[in-house]
């Protein structure tokens, strides 16, 4: 079973910086992309930003020029570089993977950017 395991959620300041991570493991194909979206209590969750295979990457507009998102060499690990964090960024974020059409999410992990 594909599992997504988030990491590198916490408490901030205004205009500091974290960087989640994201594990899979468990999958037997390749994955396609990768991703991050976010959610806060009684909302739907917002893409925030994706990593197809072969290097494309795309942004919310909300994100754009502050956040940074990567994979490493196997693919199955995902970054989230969020620079100038501002209170409206606190959520969960949750890691999305796209394998052979099927989306996977892990569980989430909470930012919150708070003085």
């Known amino acids: 079973q594909v599992q997504l395991v988030e990491s590198g959620g916490g408490l901030v300041q205004p205009g500091g910086s974290l960087r989640l991570s994201c594990a899979a493991s468990g999958n037997r194909f390749r994955i396609s992309g990768m991703g991050w979206y976010r959610q806060l209590p009684g909302q739907g969750r917002e893409w925030v930003a994706s990593?197809?295979?072969?290097?494309?990457?795309n942004y919310a507009d909300s994100v754009k020029g502050r956040f940074a998102i990567s994979r490493d060499n196997t693919g199955k690990t995902v970054y989230l570089q969020m620079n100038s964090l501002t209170p409206e960024d606190s959520a969960v974020y949750y890691c999305?993977?796209?394998?052979?059409?099927?989306?996977?999410w892990g569980k989430g992990t909470l930012v919150t950017v708070s003085s």
């Open positions: 999305q993977a796209l394998i052979r059409g099927t989306n996977y």
């Open positions: 990593d197809v295979s072969g290097g494309a990457t």
